[in-house]
Structures are given as C-alpha cells and as structure tokens.
C-alpha cells in the first residue's frame, strides 16, 4: 500500500492553522522542526495541563486529502493545512491503519502511527459546523473521528509534496486506532 504527499505545512506559533511550506524537516523523537508541536514530551495546552510530563505521541499529524473532499460535499471549503496538519496525504485510508503501522516517507523519514487526532471545538471556531463533519457515530453508536492520525517520529529527514509514502503494517495482531 503507497500514496502521495500532496502538502506539508508547520507552525512556529500556537495557531490553529498551519501555512504550507515547501519542506518540512522531521527530527527523529521531537517531531517537525520548528513546529510548535515538536518535542519529547507533550505540547498540546491541554495534555500540558493535565500533565507535562506524558510523551508525546503527537509529535506528527496527518490527514488524508480525501476528508477535503467529502466536507466540501457538505458545504465547507478546507484546504491543507486549515485543520492544523503538519502532512496532508492522499491514496492512503489513513484511519483503517492499525497502531505501530509505519510511514515511510520520501527517501529518509519514517513516522510510527499511534493513533487518531481527537477533533476538537477549535474546528467550530475555524468554521462552524465542521466539527460535525469529522466527528460522528456510526451505526452501532461509537464515536467516529475523521480529523486524521497522529504518530512520531522515528527516522528523520526532509518531507516535500510529491513525495512517495509507503505504508508498512506492523505484526499482528493488529489494534485500531483510538484517540491519543
């Protein structure tokens, strides 16, 4: 399984968008340099409220182009970048990854998955009604979080659009995805 880089972006500054960049540097164990979000240990306010210490398993997030897509269907125009994500890809069902599944990116770079972004009432903030679009339920009742994946860094290296992403799923048995 492969897909495609379609955009990278990164953020200095606690916003909630991110602005496309050419290139974004992945440091293995801290996350995108630069970033905001980069680091050992937790950076998101509220997971640093609850406790500084926690590691951080956010280090990278992803979101798959084709969510643009099905909002955009409902009325809503988001483009990468505008929901915080650091790696906008396409061709890859991000949220039917297992935990540990691997990413290898471009030439270099290798994320490890650990789970999913748990959307939040920032993306009302951005545009209201959104967070509807990438939260529901299913049939049976469980929550179902659309707002992409998040993982860390274990190998380095330079991230561009364009570049090939190859999914490598970890040994079984595999476990879903839950927020992190």
């Known amino acids: 399984m492969s897909g495609t880089v379609t955009a990278v972006s990164s953020n200095g500054e606690y916003t909630f968008t991110k602005p496309n960049r050419d290139s974004i540097t992945l440091l293995a164990g801290l996350g995108v340099e630069g970033d ?19 590691p951080n398993l956010r ?9 643009f897509a099905e909002v955009r269907a409902a009325g809503f125009e988001v483009l990468p970048g505008d929901l915080g994500e650091n790696i906008t890809t396409s061709g890859i069902d991000l949220l039917g ?36 679009q990438v939260v529901g339920r299913d049939e049976a009742g469980n929550i179902v ?18 570049d090939t992403i190859k999914v490598e799923l970890p040994g079984g048995p595999h476990r879903p995805l839950e927020r992190v």
Do not use: Y
């Open 36 to 54: 905001v979000h980069a680091g050992v240990t937790v950076k998101h306010r509220s997971r640093v409220a609850q406790d500084p210490t926690q």
């Open 59 to 67: 280090q990278v997030h992803l979101i798959h182009e084709e969510l």
């Open 97 to 132: 990854l297992p935990v540990g599944t691997l990413l290898r990116i471009g030439d270099d770079a290798v994320l490890e998955v650990t789970g999913l972004r748990n959307p939040c009432l920032q993306i009302d903030n951005f545009q209201d009604g959104l967070l509807k």
């Open 145 to 162: 979080r659309k707002a992409g994946i998040m993982s860390i860094v274990k190998n380095g290296g330079v991230v561009r659009p364009g």
